[in-house]
């Protein structure tokens, strides 16, 4: 994972897309789900670049802090994903963990968990926008045989400096249309990609 940026929403109203977002989503062959869902899709069809939103009052905080980690699997580690199917997954394959319960949810670059999913009681959220090695987002996606918009992406191996992007643009659009309050960002990026 070369860069790793995390914005924390707290407040938001889940509730259906605008019927213009509902319809941006169906000309390119995805069905609304709600508007926090649509609003980090319709980001990455736009931008290019991947996204997506846990639910934060599924996850365990401390001292009004969350905290999520990028790992390597535990051989044998079970997750069950957004399309409600359940995934056995190997010690070579990267996943998004609640660093408290150490659980996972999500597998990165590829689905998202159901422990974690966005519903209608959801109030808080987490939104991520990362950059995923290419390489290992296609071997975790054939391995599973689970491949989804965001692994296709990610296997054409984009910048990580779109991910600064496509967190602002997300970040934005849910303001706009869930409201609540954007509390701040964390962003973890080690290695700087060099200017060309």
Same mark, same amino acid.
């Given at each position: 994972? =070369?860069?790793?940026? /995390?914005?924390?929403?707290?407040?938001?109203?889940?509730? %259906?897309? %605008?019927?213009?977002?509902?319809?941006? *989503?169906?000309?390119?062959?995805?069905?609304?789900?709600?508007?926090?869902?649509?609003?980090?899709?319709?980001?990455?069809?736009? *931008?290019?670049?991947?996204?997506? &939103?846990?639910?934060?009052?599924?996850?365990?905080?401390?001292?009004?802090?969350?905290?999520? =980690?990028?790992?390597?699997?535990?051989?044998?580690?079970?997750?069950?994903?957004?399309?409600?199917?359940?995934?056995?997954?190997?010690?070579?394959?990267?996943?998004?963990?609640?660093?408290?319960?150490?659980?996972?949810?999500?597998?990165?670059?590829?689905?998202?968990?159901?422990?974690?999913?966005?519903?209608?009681?959801?109030?808080?959220?987490?939104?991520?926008? &990362?950059?995923?090695?290419?390489?290992?987002?296609?071997?975790? &996606? /054939?391995?599973? =045989?689970?491949?989804?918009?965001?692994?296709?992406?990610?296997?054409?191996?984009?910048?990580?400096?779109?991910?600064?992007?496509?967190?602002? &643009?997300?970040?934005?659009?849910? *303001?706009?249309?869930?409201?609540?309050? *954007?509390?701040?960002?964390?962003?973890?990026? %080690?290695?700087?990609?060099?200017?060309?």
């Amino acid at each position: 994972c =070369k860069r790793y940026v /995390a914005g924390y929403n707290r407040g938001v109203q889940v509730g %259906p897309a %605008p019927e213009w977002l509902q319809k941006a *989503l169906e000309s390119v062959g995805q069905r609304s789900i709600n508007n926090v869902v649509d609003a980090t899709n319709y980001v990455m069809f736009n *931008l290019g670049q991947p996204l997506h &939103a846990f639910d934060a009052g599924q996850l365990i905080e401390k001292d009004g802090v969350y905290s999520i =980690k990028v790992r390597k699997a535990k051989s044998g580690e079970r997750m069950v994903a957004l399309d409600e199917k359940g995934y056995t997954l190997a010690d070579s394959m990267l996943v998004i963990a609640d660093t408290r319960a150490d659980s996972v949810i999500g597998i990165a670059g590829v689905k998202g968990g159901a422990p974690a999913g966005i519903s209608q009681e959801t109030s808080d959220i987490i939104i991520e926008s &990362a950059s995923f090695e290419g390489v290992s987002v296609r071997k975790t &996606a /054939a391995a599973l =045989k689970l491949r989804t918009d965001a692994s296709s992406r990610f296997e054409q191996v984009i910048s990580p400096e779109l991910a600064a992007y496509g967190m602002r &643009a997300a970040a934005d659009l849910i *303001l706009e249309l869930a409201g609540g309050e *954007l509390v701040g960002f964390v962003d973890e990026y %080690p290695v700087t990609q060099e200017k060309m």
